[in-house]
Structure formats: C-alpha cells, structure tokens
C-alpha cells in the first residue's frame, strides 16, 4: 500500500490507534478514515525522525527580512 510518513509521535498513535482519544472537530473526521485505511494495508504508516524528514522545512512558517538596498546612482 502507500506509505505515508510521520515524524510526530501524537499524530503517529492518532493514526495507528483506534482507541485514540480525538477531541477537534476536523480531526475527529481525518483520523478514523487513515485508522480504518492503515487497518486494511491499504496504507503503512511509518516514523521518520525529524531530522530524516526532509519536507519538514516546507510546513514551516518562514519570516524574511526584506533589505533596501541603496541606490547606486547620482
């Protein structure tokens, strides 16, 4: 089945467990659709450790400083 990669141990039992304590709204509906896929091979859920995890800089919000630069001309 298709593998699906998690470097965040809550999320990983949320996932894998169907006796999970879910108390959001929109996860409440997300999580029993992956529990019952994983349940049936369909997917294989796996844990990467942060450092293996090479999209992890794509979920993060990044700040960029905007420099002026001066302009050269008289």
């Known amino acids: 089945g298709t593998q699906l990669f ?10 894998t467990d ?3 304590i879910l108390d959001k709204k929109h996860i409440v509906l997300c999580y029993p ?12 859920i796996n844990k990467v450790h942060a450092d293996d995890n090479y999209a992890d800089p794509f979920t993060k919000r990044k700040i960029v400083k905007i ?6 001309s008289s």
């Open 6 to 15: 998690l470097d965040n141990y809550s999320i990983n039992t949320n996932a």
């Open 33 to 44: 659709f992956v529990q019952e896929h994983n349940a049936n091979d369909v997917v294989s």
């Open 18 to 20: 169907p006796s999970s």
């Open 67 to 72: 420099i002026e630069i001066p302009s050269t």
